[in-house]
């Protein structure tokens, strides 16, 4: 498999902010990175990936951003909204995920 | 239309016996996946099958089994049910793995298994 770390687990912020989660991975070959959105009581679905080569690709209000040398990527979410609360997962070689961040924004 | 649909969605079931999870995709995709949720929210996957044949099987009790009669169909086949095996099981489907770049993954709602 694949080892894939995920930070921080939880993440509380105020409407508006901006919230940022990292993935760190092990295996240098790695070349496709996506993140899902997992809603409660649904199954994860794909807001954003990127590949290997390109460094920082961006969707409206969110973005992701790759480090291959450091061996990781990271999710960024800015103005959020209390409809981005979910659980948010990274993803490595396409099936491997991370252990999910829980995140709150607050009204 | 529901892409990747799966039955039943909530099965509460004793220690000891046996059930199986179907899950169906109208994708049109070669390659399907098993999942497990644990409480923790931790995502594994179990197994990936591609046009009917095992690609995956990562380390899953052999109590586990799936079975593919074709490339829409992967159901999974759970025997001698323990407690520990309580999660949210996820079918999932996607374009096949491998190639230059992977391909994104479509998640069914998930069928929650509750073992008594």
């Known amino acids: 498999g694949e080892n894939v770390e995920q930070h921080p687990s939880t993440l509380s912020v105020q409407e508006g902010d901006s919230a940022v989660i990292k993935c760190t991975y092990s295996d240098s070959a790695s070349n496709y990175f996506p993140w899902y959105k997992q809603e409660l009581g649904k199954g994860p679905q794909l807001i954003i990936d990127?590949?290997?080569?390109?460094g920082e690709k961006k969707d409206q209000r969110i973005a992701v951003t790759l480090n291959k040398t450091a061996k990781h990527f990271s999710l960024h979410i800015t103005e959020t909204q209390p409809e981005d609360s979910a659980v948010y997962f990274c993803?490595?070689?396409?099936?491997?995920f991370g252990t999910g961040t829980s995140l709150t924004v607050i009204p | 239309d529901t892409a990747v649909s799966q039955t039943p969605k909530y099965l509460v079931t004793q220690m000891g016996n046996d059930k199986s999870i179907k899950c169906e995709q109208n994708l049109g995709h070669d390659t399907m996946y098993w999942y497990k949720q644990d409480s923790k929210k931790f995502l594994k996957i179990m197994f990936s099958y591609n046009n009917k044949e095992l690609i995956i099987n990562e380390t899953v009790p052999n109590r586990f089994s799936p079975k593919s009669p074709d490339k829409a169909h992967l159901n999974l086949h759970i025997n001698s049910l323990e407690l520990g095996d309580s999660a949210v099981y996820f079918c999932a489907s996607s374009l096949p793995p491998g190639g230059l770049y992977g391909n994104t993954i479509y998640f069914g709602e998930g069928s929650w298994l509750t073992v008594v």
């Open positions: 993803a490595v070689k396409q099936f491997y």
């Open positions: 990127i590949r290997s080569n390109v």
